[in-house]
DNA sequence: CAGTACGCTACACTATTTGTAGCAATACGC
DNA sequence: GCGTATTGCTACAAATAGTGTAGCGTACTG
């Protein structure tokens, strides 16, 4: 089925208008994406580095994410081994810094509890 | 699907260290939740509309991600029906703004294309 | 040569996602 | 009231993606 196009062309699950925001949305939104860029933000690591940063995530898909995000240029191996960002891959880290002070303020602040409001009214929130 | 805790100490796949980074890349790094609220960004939508805006996903993980999403505080469900942006929500789709500005400029990129290189094989295929 | 670490792959198993169908509750027109 | 349309939401089999463990081939070091 000729999986692979270009990274920024092949029309994933998730992305059939082919706007790049679309496909850079599907591919972040894929297991492990924004964790291995997270902890490549500071310096390179060697895959099984890379592999203990992740909670000894399964080689298998390290794998295939670590192709994809060289494959969309964000992360490259570098020739002494070891993964790395690209300069592009680095762009692309700077615009999640901000998450690391949302996710902070978001943990302390208080559970919203999730209320079956809306029309269910009352208390029943399963009863169908 | 008992095994819903609170959405900020659960310890899913990904995040088993607890710290909110994680959490939360972990809760983004799931199918459809980036999209989700990419397309949530301007105005509420109700399922049904939002099904349509994420190319008819199928209501079963849209249903389950917008849960995740009220459990987190980021989406809420309107009273006149409609799913919506929370403050919360906002504020977290403000910082991926950036990121439509990078996915213009990283399409308009060339392709790296993956070179085999870092050891020793020069051009030798990655076929399987 | 033995010992180690590297990038990477095989493969059986499990979890998640997909796709299609359909339900209960509400809102409108008649 | 009765149909009809829309809403949020669920069931469930099939397909796909991810997990976990093992191991390969290639450098390095001693």
Known sequence: MAKQADSKTRSVRGSRT??????????????????????????????????????EASPTVLQARLTELREAGFVELGDGGGYGLTALGRELCETFMPLHRFAE?????????????????????RKR
């Open 18 to 55: 082919g706007r790049p925001i679309m496909v850079l949305l599907d591919l972040l939104g894929r297991r492990w994406t924004l964790r291995i860029l997270w902890e490549l933000r500071e310096e390179p690591l060697t895959s099984r580095a890379l592999r203990t940063a992740c909670d």
């Open 105 to 125: 303020r978001w943990k302390s602040s208080p559970s919203p509890r999730l209320r079956g409001e809306g029309r269910g009214e009352g208390e029943s929130p």
